[in-house]
């Protein structure tokens, strides 16, 4: 049976725990980029603590780590939470968004933030990578950094760079490149 799960926190990975161990496929749709509900880093207050003793707020079959104090931080939970998904394989079975274009312009700045990238190539690089994933971006990201380097040791990134970083993953890497980075179904259809 398939089954859908809406949310990635922790009720939704304990259920798509339970789900998958029956031997359904299950896809777990979470909204943001990240597992972990409210205790996303995205969500969190900051400084906040369980207001549970850690052994009353584990899972039964996955406890929390011992060396974790009394109340644990919200980053400790989060920790936990990836921990458990990773653990019980719940991981492979959540579906994020795939980065808007404000995403997506985070996205190449955070990978880029090492090269020296004017606006002009960060906003090419923005708009050639609609509809991919954020693993798409990086890999994109670390073979412009290659063809900046072996250039002329990483002082500029041109937009025959992104061209050639983009035809070596979607043409010369061919589909499987496409499939395994996460690339919009389009650029899929042209190979």
């Keep these: 049976m398939r089954v859908c799960i809406i949310g990635a926190g922790v009720s939704g990975l304990a259920t798509a725990k339970v789900f998958l161990s029956q031997g359904h496929a299950v896809t777990l749709f979470e909204q943001r980029d990240t597992l972990g509900g409210v205790w996303s880093p995205a969500r969190r ?12 707020y584990c899972f039964s079959d996955f406890p929390m780590p011992g060396h974790y104090p009394e109340f644990p931080s919200g980053q400790q939970v989060y920790e936990y939470l990836c921990a458990y998904a990773k653990h019980f394989q ?3 079975a ?4 795939l ?24 906003d090419e690089a923005v708009r050639r990578t609609e509809g991919v994933s954020a693993a798409f971006i990086k890999e994109l990201m670390r073979r412009l950094a290659q063809g900046s380097i072996a250039r002329d040791g990483g002082c500029t990134v041109t937009s025959a760079d992104i061209e050639e970083a983009l ?8 589909r499987l490149n496409v499939k395994l980075l996460g690339g919009a179904r389009e650029m899929e259809k042209t190979l």
């Design 45 to 56: 207050y900051p400084g906040v603590r369980l207001q549970t003793k850690r052994d009353y």
């Design 90 to 92: 719940v991981d492979q």
């Design 94 to 97: 959540i579906e994020v968004p």
């Design 99 to 122: 980065p808007d274009e404000i995403g997506r312009g985070k996205l190449v700045r955070l990978y880029g933030s090492n090269l020296a990238l004017e606006q002009a190539v960060v």
């Design 167 to 174: 035809n070596d993953m979607l043409f010369e890497g061919g």
